[in-house]
């Protein structure tokens, strides 16, 4: 289990991560997410001894990653594929590795074959390896001690779409043996595929966490007609609260009420359904909507 409670990190006047807290299970899949910026990747540092927090505990399995005597046995870590020596073949990165943390030689090959390394693309350098290659590769490392806990900094990143699905399965496969994995990623899909929790950070606080099944279910009805104007002046004057996307609308109230409303008003819809099929995009957008960039920007232009 990973367990982080009242964590922050101050660098002189900005606050990077502001009293965070959340835990990670064993035997499920957290989901960590947030924009760029808002403090994932330090969180995910101090986790694992790289960044010193300035108040606040992180521990994983109950001591702090510093304590741990032999780290990669109990810990599997990927939070940048791109920082390997460039200088030395994958089989090489892995075998230091592997020395390291004392095992036998033959869980190279074993690593190598889970994450479809062949030994032709072992045998070559790293600076001559894609990114996605780079992901493969950093995953081996980190599941070469056969952890308990795996802390991901957005393993899918380079990885084409069969790499994706790989991923996604092994992640699920390793949770479901009573892995405990914490999964940052900007693919918001593929978080919401696999993830049972999620933990949604803003400026280095936490705006939203609790089971996918929850979060989602809090995000009301997705509606869509072609008479949008007169829908909305129905849902005011029920005193139902809504969101104009696009495209469609987002109400909070249950698609039945919404439907009703609609019929009474004489609005035929195109589309209704629960705003969880929407997915997790939608949910995320509007927790985070204060540090999306792009939000910044369009409001300035307005």
């Not at 979060?215 to 009301?220: D, E």
């Amino acid at each position: 289990m990973i367990k982080v409670e009242s964590l922050t990190k101050r660098y002189g006047g900005f606050t990077a991560v502001d009293d965070v807290t959340f835990t990670a299970r064993a035997g499920r899949v957290t989901g960590f997410l947030g924009p760029n910026g808002a403090g994932k990747s330090t969180t995910m540092r101090i986790m694992v001894g790289l960044t010193p927090a300035s108040s606040g505990i992180a521990e994983v399995s109950g001591r702090r990653f510093a304590d741990l005597p032999n780290p990669g046995l109990e810990v599997g870590v990927l939070l940048d594929a791109s920082a390997q020596h460039a200088g030395r073949t994958g089989r090489e990165i892995l075998t230091i590795a592997q020395r390291t943390m004392g095992l036998p030689a033959r869980r190279v090959d074993e690593m190598l074959d889970r994450v479809s390394l062949t030994p032709s693309e072992a045998g070559r350098r790293v600076r001559n390896y894609s990114l996605g290659m780079r992901q493969r590769l950093g995953i081996a490392t980190a599941l070469l001690g056969d952890p308990e806990v795996l802390i991901l900094d957005e393993p899918a990143n380079g990885l084409d779409p069969a790499g994706i699905r790989w991923m996604r399965d092994l992640l699920r496969g390793y949770a479901d043996q009573g892995g405990t994995v914490l999964l940052s990623s900007h693919l918001l899909h593929e978080i919401e595929v696999i993830a049972d929790d999620l933990v949604v950070i803003g400026q280095g606080r936490i705006v939203a966490q609790g089971t996918k099944a929850e979060l989602l279910a809090a995000a009301g009805t997705l509606v869509r007609t072609r008479d949008v104007p007169t829908l909305a002046r129905a849902l005011v004057d029920a005193d139902l609260e809504f969101s104009q996307t696009t495209d469609a609308l987002r109400v909070d109230a249950d698609p039945d009420v919404v439907g009703d409303l609609a019929l009474a008003a004489g609005v035929a819809l195109t589309e209704l359904r629960a705003a969880d099929g929407a997915g997790l995009e939608e949910m995320f957008l509007e927790l985070t909507s204060e540090t999306q960039r792009e939000s910044i920007r369009e409001g300035a232009a307005a």
